[in-house]
């Protein structure tokens, strides 16, 4: 009765390639492609919520290019180092986002769904808005908010003392809280008020956002919730959450319009007012050209609006969870806290025990101190490498294009899946440890690097043109390493056989074309034995020290209102006039480098937590500030410690103690959940005791 189902896959299987045939080098893309659904293709072990994780998987036994089926649509997952450097840069072969893939987020601002910095493409329009809204992030700007993210740590640092180290506090909720605080002051002069509320109502943007986020991730994952919202559960609800935090956004518009700012005023809500006047005036001007016939501003205040959400999306979830996972990664990997510690105390900045002094001791963070931590910055980096908040982000091809080796057709989507670029064995050395010390010796300021050389890692074409390769024509593909589901608290060592060195460990190329005679098969090997782990004690880190480079520009001395040529860029490169007067408007991005390649042109790029490019986050000065100061701040007042239970009132809620199926930091690992953003799963969130260090 059931004998007519294969027939019936069959069928459509053969269907859906007479309509959808790949062209050029698809087939030679190695990937799950091959064993994809009818209709669905590689969806279902997508819909996880550590679905990170699975992209993960692809990569570590695919190699650096890899093609998956998105329900009947062909697309790309690319960790390569070489071509993401090509993907995400300026010249030839950089390809824009897909602004189709974020709709959901454009409706979530705009009842309309108007696009905005995040989701447009790179118009005139996004040139205009980006133009003005860096000016906002410039040095001079910045350091007149520093006073504002300081006393709010602060604040939070008071209420943190009242509740006491025996309750435990979930430290994610509590950067959200000054997160949203610092969002609001810094852009738009608004106080949420967030750290100093005890309870948090329904209707507070705090919790509106989040309920907001699931319902872009099910839109996302279901497109016909957005037509059909009560035909799905939940999906009034989630209709609902768009609208309240639509109704937010126009409380700041009505704001912003009633206040217009002053001269010297650089603010976010006063460029983005300055850009709507602007774009009205303009409309009014050729108006009167064209004799009184109405003409639509180019910028809306619809436009302004999705603006102003997007800031809301792109800096909330994502510096709170920073600051979270920092918090984790330190409290949980022997010797990292008493290392950070020993920097905060070189400064003077460490909280003394009361014998000793106490809190009177230790003076107040200035914004100089910023740059004088390596360490602790080292750990931002590392926490930001092995939990990128954003995990994946969606670029297409506009035009037939060359991914590494492969031609792809146009209109196909290109993932840069941030999570499986920084933790890809291909990519890293033991990406599953927390090692700040990978970070000696980078510059402070280096946000977009290609870290193969310094890591040791065999780059892909050296396994690709290796004799026994191309004696065979084929390329190789590695099997999925054995890799835990989450890291050890502290140093790894093998107990059985060890993993391969990097040097042997078989890779598929993305630099370097095959021969054109060559098939690229897919090898299906099993994986390698389970390897047995053992956390090891570590033995406090040194501080890192800054290494001294003529290139070396700290946070704190960023000029942002024009751009100087840089060596990252080709010595013998040319630009048009117009592309030459386009670079000296554009903002200055983060100053790189390729550690591979000295300061030359960059070859590859293995860590880009902020995107790199014309499209990376423009508000990342902001972020990396607000982040190191309350690490900072807490680490100096604070010795952290993960809760083995949840206390609320004086009473255990749930346990999830070192010796519970859910607990410490294997437990914490094991509720990753991408929600948008990079999160823990349900309502525990990484929950932490706090002794206060005068009190010790």
Not at 40 to 54: A, E, K, S, T
Not at 193 to 199: D, F, T
Request: aromatic residues 6%.
């Amino acid at each position: 009765m059931v004998h007519w189902v294969p027939l019936v896959e069959s069928l459509l299987r053969r269907l859906l390639a007479l309509f959808s045939r790949p062209k050029y080098d698809l087939d030679k893309i190695p990937g799950p492609w091959r064993e994809a659904l009818p209709l669905l293709g590689n969806v279902l072990p997508l819909l996880r919520p550590d679905f990170h994780r699975v992209v993960l998987q692809w990569a570590d036994q695919y190699g650096g290019i890899v093609r998956g089926k998105f329900l009947w649509h062909d697309g790309l997952l690319v960790t390569d180092p070489a071509a993401l450097a090509t993907i995400c840069g300026r010249g030839e072969g950089a390809l824009d986002k897909a602004a189709a893939l974020y709709s959901p987020i454009n409706f979530m601002c705009t009842p309309h769904g108007h696009s905005n910095l995040l989701t447009s493409p790179a118009d005139e329009k996004w040139r205009a808005v980006r133009k003005a809204i860096a000016l906002s992030f410039s040095f001079g700007n910045i350091k007149k908010k520093f006073p504002i993210i300081r006393e709010r740590t602060y604040e939070l640092v008071a209420w943190l003392r009242r509740v006491g180290p025996k309750e435990s506090v979930d430290v994610d909720q509590a950067a959200l809280k000054v997160t949203l605080d610092v969002i609001g002051l810094t852009a738009f002069g608004h106080d949420y008020g967030c750290v100093r509320l005890a309870e948090v109502p329904p209707s507070h943007l705090l919790r509106v956002l989040p309920r907001a986020f699931t319902e872009v991730m099910r839109r996302i994952a279901n497109p016909l919730r957005a037509l059909l919202p009560r035909a799905f559960k939940n999906g009034p609800k989630g209709h609902q959450s768009f609208v309240d935090f639509q109704e937010h956004m126009k409380q700041l518009l009505r704001e912003m319009k009633a206040r217009p700012p002053g001269r010297g005023d650089t603010d976010i809500g006063a460029q983005l007012y300055r850009v709507l006047e602007a774009s009205r005036l303009e409309a009014e001007k050729a108006s009167k050209a064209q004799g009184g016939r109405k003409v639509v501003p180019a910028i809306t205040e619809e436009r302004i609006l999705s603006e102003i959400g997007i800031l809301f999306v792109e800096g909330f979830e994502t510096t709170g969870h920073t600051i979270s996972w920092t918090l984790f990664n330190i409290a949980t990997t022997p010797g990292v806290q008493e290392a950070a510690a020993a920097e905060l105390a070189s400064l003077g900045l460490l909280v003394r025990p009361r014998a000793e002094g106490g809190r009177v001791v230790a003076r107040e963070l200035e914004l100089d101190d910023i740059k004088r931590m390596p360490y602790i910055t080292a750990c931002v980096k590392e926490a930001m490498r092995m939990f990128p908040v954003v995990s994946v982000m969606g670029r297409i091809t506009e035009r037939p294009t060359r991914v590494g080796p492969y031609l792809v057709p146009a209109g196909t989507p290109i993932a840069t899946p941030l999570f499986a670029i920084q933790n890809t064995i291909h990519n890293w050395v033991k990406p599953e440890e927390f090692r700040p010390e990978r970070w000696r010796d980078v510059p402070l300021e280096s946000y977009v690097v290609d870290m193969r050389a310094k890591e040791g890692v065999v780059g892909d074409a050296d396994a690709r043109s290796s004799p026994a390769n191309d004696a065979k024509g084929k390329s190789p593909v590695p099997a999925a390493a054995n890799r835990p589901t989450a890291a050890p608290a502290g140093p790894v060592e093998a107990v059985a056989s060890p993993p391969p060195a990097p040097a042997s460990r078989p890779a598929v190329s993305a630099s370097a074309a095959p021969p054109p005679s060559a098939e690229c098969v897919v090898v299906s090997t099993p994986p390698p034995p389970p390897v047995e782990r053992k956390t090891t004690s570590a033995s406090p880190s040194p501080p890192l020290v800054e290494r001294k480079t003529t290139r070396s520009i700290s946070i704190t001395e960023r000029k942002v209102s024009r751009v100087v040529p840089l060596p990252t860029d080709p010595p013998a490169r040319s630009f048009s006039h117009k592309e030459s007067r386009r670079r000296r408007e554009e903002p200055e991005d983060d100053v790189d480098e390729d550690i591979s390649s000295g300061f030359a042109k960059r070859t590859g790029i293995s860590f880009m937590p902020f995107s790199e490019g014309p499209r990376s986050c423009v508000g990342q000065s902001l972020a990396k500030l607000e982040v190191m100061t309350v690490l900072a701040v807490l680490l100096s007042n604070f010795r952290i410690e993960l809760a083995e239970e949840v206390r609320a009132g004086g009473r255990a809620v749930c346990w999830y103690g070192s010796g519970g199926e859910m607990g410490g930091r294997e437990g914490v690992r094991q509720r990753e959940s991408t929600h948008l953003t990079l999160q823990t799963r349900g309502i525990r969130g990484i929950r932490m005791h706090l002794y206060p260090r005068d009190e010790e």
